[in-house]
Structures are given as C-alpha cells and as structure tokens.
C-alpha cells in the first residue's frame, strides 16, 4: 500500500513550528545587532534575549532569568554540568552518582571524569527503567558531590521520580543535575518542586531550532565554565550569542506550555491506541512503564525480528522510526538502555521506538498499524530464510 511519507521519530528532532520560525525571522536581517553592542541594533538584540530567557525561567519555574544559561544544546548542558560541578566541587568530595540509562551526553561525561580519577556509582534501575529514590539514599556517600538522574528517557519514554530524588539529595547537600531534553515543554516541570539544582534543555526536541539549548544553574551552585573568551552569560559562557536561535527557543517553549495539556492528552490517547494494537499481535512486548511514560512514547520489541531490517521496510513504506536512539542507531551494540531494563541483547536487537509529536494524526497511526504486521511478517520470515 503506497503510502505519504509519516514521521514518528519526534524524539529524535521535530519540525520547526511555524510560529517559531517567523519569531525568528527579523532577527536574521532587521534585529542582526550583538547582543553585547551598546549601540541601539545591540539592545534590541538583548531585549529579545532576555525576553527568551524569561520564557524559559518561567516554564521551569525558575526564581530568576539569570539562573538560565545559554548553549549550543542539551549536550553541551550535560557536559557543562557534570564536568562543571565536578571540577568546582572536586575540594568536597571527587564521588558522582549516575543513572544507567542516562543519555551519552551524561554518561560519556561521566566516564571521561571517571577516567580523571573521580568515582561513578551507576544506580540501579528496575524493569520499567525507573531509579528506586532510596537506592540514590544508599549510595550518597560524605564524598558524594553531584547526582545525576534525568527527567525522561529518551528510548523507552520513562519519567523518573525525580521529586522524591530531590527532596534526598538536597537534605544530603548533593548537587542534583536533571537531563529534561524529553520532558521541556510536554510534561510539567518545576524546578523548585523538583529539588533540582541543574536543568539541561534542548529546543529542537520541541519544535524550536536546532543548535540551541540551556542549562538552569541554581543561584549558588559553583560550576567550572566551560567556554572561556568572554563575559557573555555572566561569565558563564563566552561566545556571541545565537540571537535567532535563542529567539526562536524562547518562543518554542512559550507556545509548548500554552498547548501542553491539550497536547499530551492527544498524545496519550494516540499512544494507548498504538500500543493497544501493537500488543495483540504475535511475540511482541512494550518497554517502559504502563503510565509513567512520556505522552508520544511508544517502545516495542518483536520477537524473532531485527530492528535495522524493520526500520527499512517501514522506511521504504515511508514510515519513519528508530531503534532507539538516533545516537546508537547504526552501532550494533544493544542499547544500554534496554540492556538495563533486562533485555537479553535478542530481544533487545528486535526493538523499535515510535514517537509522535504534534502533527501527527490517528489516522498516520492507523496506517502504520495496517502495514506493521505484513512487514514483521515479511522480516521475520526473511530472518528464517537466511538461518
Ligand atoms: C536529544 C537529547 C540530548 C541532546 O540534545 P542536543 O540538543 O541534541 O544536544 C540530551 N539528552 C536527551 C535526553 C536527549 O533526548
């Protein structure tokens, strides 16, 4: 069945919203001042940063806008805040502690501090890809400076309890850093009520540009910078600023907030409805949990059928999807993720990640669900045939 090209690979990048591309637009040629010029094209650049920058404290209901800075992405945040706060806290104590199914922009930061002799506690994570609060007790350590535990999983759509890790780590006087790149803009988030002492934000997950990020410093927690060169981001982070970019951030997250509960509730019913579906047929099982699960998440494996072979013929049938993260896909490893959860790497092998977003429609959902079986039918005996 020929079909128009559907997109369910929301959590690997989305579209741009149009409204975030026309706030942007004067700020490519009218608004082009350095934010740092005194001169009248600088402080218009400035306001509209500053503008963003308010969006952003407010969506994560941060006290002040000077508690966000600036990145080039969620990566740098990641990177800027663990190797920031460990460099800066390393007189305390040189102990971390990291969940296992964080994204590489946290683990790899974490190994590299690791190899410059700081020591990592990997948490344990239970069938669902959820950190149990007390295990983050047992492994706070007097050395311990900085947890890290993110918001939502990237693959298999898990939201972690993150709220109760706060209220622990905060009375242990730990640095508590959240990686929200999932959650920003579709989930509620609040830093105050989730205890957390640094934020990482990314736009392009949520139909703003790509390039352009933030990390939430609380007032008071001592971070190493990263960029030297400048005082831009109250030396914090040297370097231009990305004007149309930070703009259009700004912007991105204004208008997920206004649309967020209309929005996740129609993600939540095209997920039940998806997953409903897929369950019934044959060797299939769902990863992640039940409800604590990202609204547009939905992470399956099928049996006797590998992942890069499905994602094929579904790309030929112009479905788009992913076998779990954009950042491993083409390795041949199995996810650390679902490795983690307790997937035997076979299972893990015939896994893929549908996620949906804004303009996807129930009836691309049913479309895909109307060529799904043929396809796994079509793979797996493929498989067979070649054994
Ligand atoms: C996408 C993503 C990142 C990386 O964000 P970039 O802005 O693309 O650098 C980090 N963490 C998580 C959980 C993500 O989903």
């Not at 997109?7 to 934010?35: C, I, K, W």
């Not at 299972?347 to 303009?359: E, K, V």
């Amino acid at each position: 069945m020929p079909m128009r090209s559907v997109y369910l690979d929301y959590a690997s990048t989305t579209p741009m919203d149009p409204r975030v591309l026309e706030a942007m637009q004067p700020f490519h040629r009218e608004r082009f001042g350095n934010p740092s010029s005194v001169h009248a094209f600088g402080q218009s650049a400035r306001q509209a940063v500053d503008e963003a920058r308010e969006s952003i404290a407010r969506a994560i209901g941060a006290r002040d806008a000077e508690e966000i800075v600036f990145t080039s992405g969620a990566t740098e945040a990641d990177n800027f805040a663990l190797i920031g706060a460990a460099y800066a806290n390393e007189g305390r104590g040189r102990h971390l502690i990291i969940s296992p199914v964080e994204h590489h922009a946290v683990l790899e930061p974490a190994r590299f501090l690791e190899s410059r002799g700081f020591e990592l506690t990997l948490l344990p994570v239970d069938g669902t890809g959820r950190v149990d609060p007390a295990a983050v007790r047992r492994a706070i350590r007097s050395d311990t400076i900085l947890a890290s535990v993110m918001h939502s999983n990237n693959e298999i759509g898990t939201l972690q309890p993150v709220a109760d890790i706060g209220r622990i780590t905060r009375e242990a006087g730990v640095i508590f850093h959240c990686d929200a790149a999932q959650g920003l803009g579709i989930v509620p988030i609040d830093v105050q009520a989730l205890g957390v002492d640094l934020l990482s934000m990314s736009a392009h997950k949520r139909y703003g540009p790509k390039g352009v990020g933030a990390l939430y410093i609380r007032k008071g927690t001592p971070l190493v910078r990263f960029l030297h060169g400048g005082s831009h981001e109250r030396n914090r982070r040297a370097g231009t600023h990305n004007v149309p970019g930070i703009v259009g951030f700004g912007e991105a997250v204004r208008l997920a907030l206004e649309v967020m509960e209309e929005e996740a509730a129609r993600l939540r019913a095209l997920r039940g409805r998806m997953i409903a579906r897929l369950l019934v047929l044959d060797g299939v099982r769902l990863n992640g949990h039940l409800t604590e699960r990202l609204p547009g998440n939905v992470n399956i494996s099928f049996r006797s059928a590998d992942s890069e072979s499905l994602l094929l013929a579904l790309d030929l049938a112009g479905v788009a999807a992913s076998s779990g993260s954009a950042c491993t896909s083409g390795s041949l490893e199995p996810s650390h993720v679902l490795s983690a959860i307790g997937l035997d790497p076979e299972t893990a092998a015939g896994t893929l990640r549908f996620s949906l977003g804004r303009w996807t429609t129930e009836e691309e959902i049913d479309d895909v669900l109307a060529i799904l079986p043929g396809i796994l039918e079509q793979v797996r005996s493929a498989a067979i045939d070649t054994r």
